[in-house]
């Protein structure tokens, strides 16, 4: 059985797939295997695992049945959010942001989290939350 891992169901992917093309292999060591900008499809490999996999999200939709239903929910809270542990915060979030990211809140030390915990929260091109920690 493979390990457990996050698949994106983006909107915009060629934007999507140049964003984790660039900080993936820097912020995580992962490497792309399989993909690319045209879709509909990619994933990045660090280790032999699957670390990240986009996939369209209007094939999900034809394959599931729900192309008549809206693509995102109304105005509402985040439900999920990908989590990277990296080295240096504030590094990282300036590489997220050269590649299109756009900043959801600033990086920060949370000690009230953990005694040495710093974090950036940001969105992928699609939208998704992404937060950037170092303990």
């Given at each position: ?7 994106l ?49 209007a ?56 005694p ?20």
């Open positions: 059985m493979d390990a457990l891992y996050t698949r169901l983006v909107s915009r992917f060629a934007e999507c797939f140049a964003f984790y093309r660039a900080v993936l292999p820097p912020l995580t060591g992962a490497a792309l295997v399989k993909g690319e900008a045209a879709g509909p499809y990619a994933n990045w490999e660090a280790d032999g695992r699957t670390v990240l996999a986009l996939y369209d999200r094939m999900m939709a034809a394959a599931l049945g729900t192309e008549r239903l809206p693509p995102r929910p109304p105005a509402a809270q985040d439900s999920a959010m990908l989590a990277v542990r990296v080295t240096d915060v504030d590094e990282a979030l300036a590489l997220c942001l050269r590649h299109g990211a756009r900043v959801a809140a600033e990086a920060t030390d949370r000690p009230a989290w953990g040495t915990l710093r974090t950036a929260h940001l969105r992928d091109p699609d939208g998704h939350l992404i937060e950037l920690q170092s303990y």
